[in-house]
């Protein structure tokens, strides 16, 4: 199941993502917020693809499961 380690890994460096300081420049904030919706699209991607997968086996499953809630917690709030 190592399309869920690639889906914790993406989805720790957007919950990892320094603030920006408010002091920050009009450039360096549109840089930022690209950056972030670079990841937020790979991340995506991989969870559309992990609605194919076979999860026949409890423990990928699970760890699946509990990636996807924490997804959509991400990105629903």
Known sequence: M??????QEWYNLLQDAEPLP???GDDERQKREDELASKELVLAELLKL???LDYADEIGRR????LVRKCL???LL
């Open 50 to 52: 992990a609605v194919n």
């Open 22 to 24: 408010a002091d920050a």
């Open 63 to 66: 760890k699946m499961f509990d």
């Open 2 to 7: 190592s399309i869920a380690f690639r889906i």
């Open 73 to 75: 917690d991400y990105f």
